[in-house]
């Protein structure tokens, strides 16, 4: 399976985006993987009424980089670089994605700058554009050796094995297990087409520790804070939103906030299909 080589950390420089960016570097170093951190200032709409001039903003981000480098990558043994863009905060994450070929995107789940409303739900937009893996940190998590993995499916489909690539390489680099969650109103047991897609999930999983498990619940996603509550144990929630499934009920209701914008442990988000 292919390793992670590449990370991308984007950064607003607010607290929150910092505490994210420490998490990304601790994983950089665990994987050794190139770590690309980014900051987007787009100089139109409100960032004109703020700051006077494109110059002035750049030489501001510049400073914002060394104090980075200063402070949280001296004593760091990684390899990284700063991007810079002219560009709004997604657009600037997925130009980055494609020309650094980035395996996974770390950032926060939510922003604390001046410019929240903008930039506040650029993690939550970012999830529904890209098919990068996104790693989304919630504001006190801190890095440490994930042995677990949650991954929640609702066995609607099952891609080709590669769309699990960014799965399989994150527990690859952790030496986790994979824990497969099925939520479901019923006894727990597959139907035929269900068992079908069970079966195309196991040859995608082949090559990592993994096993199965069944919550009881109305929906997903009240299984899932069912499940957690419990498991103390689970490192990282991995979801496979897919038009119409899973993805159009996070987009809807309190449960969205509290399960992958509020949860205490980082949410990784990567897409099936995409139609």
């Avoid at 990304?24 to 009424?49: C, H, R, W």
């Avoid at 489909?157 to 824990?179: E, M, N, V, Y």
């Avoid at 987009?251 to 949410?267: A, L, M, Y």
Wanted: proline residues 4%.
């Amino acid at each position: 399976m292919k390793p992670i080589k590449h990370i991308l950390a984007p950064t607003d420089f607010s607290n929150r985006a910092t505490r994210a960016l420490k998490y990304a570097i601790s994983l950089a170093q665990a994987t050794e993987a190139k770590l690309f951190i980014l900051n987007a200032y787009p100089m139109t709409g409100v960032y004109l009424d703020i700051m006077a001039s494109q110059e002035q903003v750049v030489n501001e981000v510049q400073e914002r980089f060394q104090e980075i480098e200063r402070v949280h990558l001296k004593d760091n043994k990684i390899t990284y670089e700063f991007l810079d863009s002219g560009a709004f905060p997604e657009d600037a994450i997925e130009e980055a994605i494609k020309e650094q070929e980035i395996d996974l995107v770390v950032m926060g789940n939510r922003g604390d700058s001046n410019f929240e409303k903008l930039l506040g739900s650029t993690t939550f937009h970012l999830m529904t554009r890209t098919s990068c893996p996104i790693l989304a940190i919630p504001e006190n998590a801190v890095f440490s050796k994930v042995d677990s993995i949650l991954f929640a499916t609702d066995y609607q489909k099952i891609d080709r094995p590669k769309t699990f690539q960014g799965l399989i390489s994150l527990a690859d680099a952790f030496h986790a297990k994979i824990d497969v969650l099925h939520v479901s109103k019923s006894d727990g047991k597959l139907e035929n087409n269900k068992l079908t897609v069970g079966d195309s999930l196991e040859r995608a999983l082949h090559s990592v520790r993994h096993s199965y498990h069944y919550q009881p619940g109305e929906n997903v996603l009240e299984g899932l804070r069912a499940y957690l509550e419990r498991h103390s144990e689970v490192g990282i929630l991995a979801m496979m939103p897919r038009d119409h499934t899973i993805w159009e009920r996070l987009t809807r209701g309190s449960i969205t906030k509290q399960v992958v914008f509020e949860t205490d442990r980082p949410v990784l988000v990567f897409h099936g299909h995409r139609s």
